[in-house]
């Protein structure tokens, strides 16, 4: 791992530094649910103190953009769940730029041809994401079709990171040939004896756990398949689970002592990272999910904690239909709410509300609460 350059390039699949990113919920627990990563204990100064909210910006020169590239650049910016060919088909009429694969989506998507997801990227004309949650063990969607594959910790068990690094590229490959280009894996969470995370993890040791995350996530680079690191600033240790409920980690300096080293150390560029929805002690407003506080999305990009590297990739939420999310505000507010905050594309869990957050995203942009320029770094970023 020392001699790979430490350079990010979100629009290609070579080697650098990540820090890593339903249906459907991407951190789901088990494969029956639906869905959609150097120790020191310095805190830095954008840590320590509450950080203003984009969203208070004022951009009037937004008020002036194309209305209809406006909304056009908006909807690249939504990811949404789909249950179907036709559900999928909704999704990119209104211009989504991504769709999940998730668990309950019909699997005759994966295999009817004409009705599958090459038909739909023929369609759309147009990058698209179309993402699953691609683990091993537990979280392998429609592993009938794609596969299967043990969990995380039983490869870094069983394993060589070289080892792991073949198979992730088999996995990879089968992904893609089916027409999926992003994996929401691998988990960089350190294992920590909690249900959540427990076997999707690697180890409990952050400097295992970054090795073979490193393996993993280069497989599925080779594979053709952007490896999505998750959950920053870490899920290993947080106080439950945020499909249902709010969720808090130990403070940020005692995650920069174990749960953000990964983050540090796994050198995939062309990767991306998801943010969790974990409430962290120390970052930013107090009280609010990483998804929605734009301090967690200043600490990722700045790498600004022990052993960090700046991060210029593509940034996903977790899916903002969980509850850690939903009990703060509902989803069609949440979405711009993450925009705003730091997040390139928004994920949740089906077309519902879909036309409705694209509405909310245009207006945000309009009215200056989501800076203009940083709407069009996303799009740019997604656009790859």
């Known amino acids: ?20 990113a339903s249906m459907l919920s991407s951190c789901s627990q088990d494969s029956s649910q639906q869905a959609a990563p150097s120790s020191t204990t310095s805190t830095t100064t954008a840590s320590q103190s509450e950080q203003p909210s984009s969203a208070t910006s004022s951009t009037p020169q937004a008020v002036a953009l194309d209305p209809v590239q406006l909304r056009k650049d908006a909807a690249s910016l939504m990811m949404v769940g789909v249950g179907n060919f036709d559900d999928a088909l909704f999704a990119i009429q209104q211009g989504a730029g991504g769709i999940f694969i998730g668990s309950g989506t019909d699997p005759q998507i994966l295999t009817t041809p004409g009705r599958d997801i ?72 350190i294992e920590a004896g909690l249900e959540v995370v427990g076997d999707r993890a690697f180890s409990p040791d952050p400097l295992i756990d970054a090795t073979y995350a490193t393996a993993f996530a280069q497989g599925m680079s080779d594979a053709g398949v952007r490896p999505v690191l998750k959950h920053f600033p870490g899920h290993g240790r947080a ?66 904690y022990p052993g960090g590297q700046p991060f210029s990739g593509v940034i996903y939420t977790d899916d903002l239909t969980m509850g ?26 089906s077309t519902a509300g879909l036309v409705e957050a694209i509405d909310a995203t245009v207006t945000a942009v309009s009215e200056g609460r989501y800076p203009v320029e940083q709407f069009k770094a996303s799009v740019a970023r997604v656009a790859g």
């Open 1 to 20: 791992m020392d001699n790979l350059r430490r350079v990010f390039t979100p629009a290609s699949l070579i080697l650098g530094t990540v820090v890593a």
């Open 239 to 304: 106080s439950g689970d945020s499909h249902t409920a709010q969720v808090h980690t130990p403070p940020l300096a005692e995650l920069e002592k174990l749960d953000l080293i990964p983050y540090g150390k796994v050198p995939v560029a062309g990767a991306g990272v998801m943010v969790g929805h974990m409430i962290v002690p120390g970052l930013g407003a107090p009280e609010t999910p990483s998804t929605i506080n734009p301090a967690a999305y200043q600490l990722l990009r700045s790498g600004s």
């Open 118 to 189: 090459a038909e739909l990227h023929r369609i759309a004309g147009r990058p698209l994401s179309v993402a699953i949650d691609f683990e091993g063990g537990r979280v392998l969607r429609h592993r009938g079709i794609l596969g299967d594959f043990p969990s995380p910790q039983v490869m870094a068990q069983t394993m060589t990171p070289e080892q792991v690094r073949g198979m992730a590229y088999d996995m990879g490959r089968s992904l893609f040939a089916h027409g999926i280009n992003v994996n929401f894996a691998p988990v960089v969470d």
């Open 324 to 349: 850690a999310v939903t009990s703060l505000m509902p989803t069609v507010q949440a979405v711009p709410a993450a925009l705003a905050a730091g997040a390139d594309q928004a994920l949740w869990v």
